[in-house]
């Protein structure tokens, strides 16, 4: 039972640098998920996807980049990284939106120098 | 936007005491959602509540959702070491998570 998982778990990178970080959930949920999390701020949504080729902007979109071509995968890409964007990022998936629980990913570690 | 205060952000505790964290909103939700995070871990829910007044237990955890829906809680009774973690309050409709409470127990 695979469940979601991340991948890279640490990722280092320069500024200025494209990033991909991966999710894949083997339950076949429709909702996607991504979430960064920094001190101070908990949890804030990225961007989430309701089904393949179905992509929505969450609070704090800018300078990712989103796709969902299939069901399982939701690959989150920061194309020209900034330090601003070092933080732990969280993938979930939930079967439906409303009044259903998110099943979280172990995370990924970004630092971006 | 609509926001989700919680409220310590921090709580040091003697292992054995009480703790309680507090979810509020600006606006009426939906649903409140609990989630506990270790510390290195990731999110894992514990539990909905839905309606008004509502009131759930598991074990030494109590949650609480407000009359008018724009407050929760959650209580710990007598904390041990293996409640330590982060604890968020979550709202679905706006995909919201409040910022945490981190909970230490000392032993």
């Known amino acids: 039972d695979a469940g979601i998982t991340q991948s890279p778990r640490y990722k280092i990178t320069e500024t200025g640098r494209q990033v991909t970080l991966m999710c894949h959930q083997t339950?076949?949920?429709?909702?996607m998920f991504w979430y960064r999390q920094d001190l101070g701020h908990g949890l804030r949504l990225i961007y989430y996807s309701a089904a393949a080729d179905i992509t929505d902007k969450g609070e704090v979109p800018d300078g990712y980049v989103v796709s969902r071509s299939k069901t399982e995968n939701f690959p989150l890409t920061l194309e020209s990284a900034t330090r601003s964007q070092t933080s732990v990022y969280f993938c979930?998936?939930?079967?439906?939106?409303?009044?259903?629980?998110?099943?979280f990913g172990p995370g990924t570690r970004l630092t971006v120098l | 936007g609509q926001q989700v205060m919680q409220i310590p952000q921090y709580q040091h505790v003697q292992e054995g005491e009480d703790f309680t964290t507090y979810c509020n909103s600006s606006?009426?939700?939906?649903?409140i959602q609990w989630y506990k995070q270790r510390p290195g871990g990731h999110p894992v829910f514990l539990i909905q509540?839905?309606?008004?007044?509502e009131v759930k237990k598991q074990k030494r955890l109590t949650f609480q959702f407000g009359e008018a829906k724009k407050n929760s809680s959650l209580h710990i009774t007598a904390t041990q070491t293996t409640d330590v973690g982060t604890y968020f309050c979550?709202?679905?409709?706006?995909?919201?998570f409040g910022t945490g409470t981190r909970l230490q127990v000392f032993p």
């Open positions: 606006t009426t939700l939906s649903n």
């Open positions: 339950w076949s949920h429709s909702y």
């Open positions: 979550s709202n679905t409709d706006k995909l919201i």
């Open positions: 509540l839905v309606k008004s007044g």
């Open positions: 979930a998936s939930s079967i439906v939106i409303s009044y259903n629980e998110q099943f």
